[in-house]
């Protein structure tokens, strides 16, 4: 397997919120492309060359890697830790047609027309400058190749039982996603913001993540307590001024009364945008 260092250059503005603390990456690396890519699927086919922007540990990037060939795919990501976990993905299950590289989507270090498919998957959501982004996106694309994305919106999240402190969870996560730089609501944005960065032709819809089964339920629900007081969210939480160690602990303890619930629901809701390079 080929593997590329591309340097970042330095013009994001906007800081991660979730960080890669071991409960983000329990989510990330749950994510495939039958169940976070769905809306892409049906324009891929043998052959296409596709840049995987925010790859993070790179399940998505193998799936498209194994749809495309004996096209290449490019997994970038702004941390260079998470590409290690990337890369071993893509090793162990023998893909020879991806390579990794460190990048910043506001500037990609690639020449124009680089692209078939540029995908991004819950990216713009954390970055400073969406517009810019996807102008960078369609920037490496070739004409006639496809920009993706998909990101969740918060504010539209769903849930049953309806206990109070898991709506202070959701109004704490919009301060501090907000105070990061970046747009929790971003699902419901992505149509305008293809918009504004100048594609004509975009075909947007809406998918869901559902999670009401027990082991779902206690997955999510685990993997939310863990991350409101372990990972990078809950240090910046406390050390911008949004909540206490203990107002976190309580959230956390929340997750795991509603995890615990028989009849427990949730639903996660996602704005899509596929947006044609003319």
Same mark, same amino acid.
């Given at each position: 397997?080929?593997?590329?260092?591309?340097?970042?250059?330095?013009?994001?503005?906007?800081?991660?919120?979730?960080?890669?603390?071991?409960?983000?990456?329990?989510?990330?690396?749950?994510?495939?492309?039958?169940?976070?890519?769905?809306?892409?699927?049906?324009?891929?086919?043998?052959?296409?060359?596709?840049?995987?922007?925010?790859?993070?540990?790179?399940?998505?990037? *193998? +799936?498209?890697? $194994? &749809?495309?060939? #004996?096209?290449?795919?490019?997994? %970038?990501?702004? /941390?260079?830790? @998470? !590409?290690?976990?990337?890369?071993?993905?893509?090793?162990?299950?023998?893909?020879?047609?991806?390579?990794?590289?460190? *990048? +910043?989507?506001? $500037? &990609?270090?690639? #020449?124009?027309?680089?692209?078939? %498919?540029?995908? /991004?998957?819950? @990216? !713009?959501?954390?970055?400073?400058?969406?517009?810019?982004?996807?102008?960078?996106?369609?920037?490496?694309?070739?004409?006639?190749?496809?920009? $993706?994305?998909?990101?969740?919106?918060?504010?539209?999240?769903?849930?049953?039982?309806?206990?109070?402190?898991?709506?202070?969870?959701?109004?704490?996560?919009?301060?501090?996603?907000?105070?990061?730089?970046?747009?929790?609501?971003?699902?419901?944005?992505?149509?305008?913001?293809?918009?504004?960065?100048?594609?004509?032709?975009?075909?947007?819809?809406?998918?869901?993540?559902?999670?009401?089964?027990?082991?779902?339920?206690?997955?999510?629900?685990?993997?939310?307590?863990?991350?409101?007081?372990?990972?990078?969210?809950?240090?910046?939480?406390?050390?911008?001024?949004?909540?206490?160690?203990?107002?976190?602990?309580?959230?956390?303890?929340?997750?795991?009364?509603?995890?615990?619930?028989?009849?427990?629901?949730?639903?996660?809701?996602?704005?899509?945008?596929?947006?044609?390079?003319?």
């Amino acid at each position: 397997m080929t593997h590329a260092s591309v340097p970042s250059a330095a013009h994001e503005t906007a800081v991660y919120t979730h960080g890669h603390h071991e409960s983000v990456l329990r989510s990330h690396s749950w994510r495939t492309a039958a169940n976070s890519a769905a809306y892409l699927l049906p324009a891929l086919r043998a052959g296409l060359d596709v840049l995987d922007v925010g790859c993070g540990p790179g399940t998505i990037t *193998a +799936d498209l890697a $194994a &749809l495309v060939a #004996p096209g290449r795919v490019t997994g %970038v990501d702004a /941390a260079e830790d @998470v !590409l290690v976990k990337a890369r071993a993905v893509a090793d162990g299950r023998g893909l020879e047609n991806v390579r990794f590289a460190v *990048a +910043d989507v506001h $500037a &990609l270090d690639f #020449p124009d027309d680089s692209f078939d %498919v540029v995908h /991004a998957h819950q @990216v !713009l959501q954390h970055v400073g400058d969406p517009v810019t982004a996807l102008r960078e996106m369609r920037r490496v694309c070739r004409p006639g190749g496809i920009v $993706a994305a998909r990101d969740s919106d918060y504010g539209a999240f769903a849930w049953f039982p309806e206990l109070p402190v898991l709506d202070g969870w959701l109004e704490l996560y919009h301060r501090v996603a907000r105070a990061n730089g970046g747009e929790p609501d971003a699902g419901r944005r992505l149509y305008s913001w293809a918009r504004r960065a100048g594609f004509t032709d975009v075909t947007a819809t809406a998918g869901t993540w559902c999670f009401a089964t027990p082991g779902e339920r206690a997955w999510w629900s685990g993997l939310w307590a863990d991350r409101t007081t372990a990972s990078g969210y809950a240090d910046l939480a406390v050390s911008g001024g949004h909540a206490t160690a203990g107002e976190l602990a309580a959230i956390a303890e929340a997750w795991r009364e509603w995890g615990g619930r028989e009849d427990a629901w949730f639903m996660v809701p996602h704005g899509e945008i596929l947006c044609r390079v003319a």
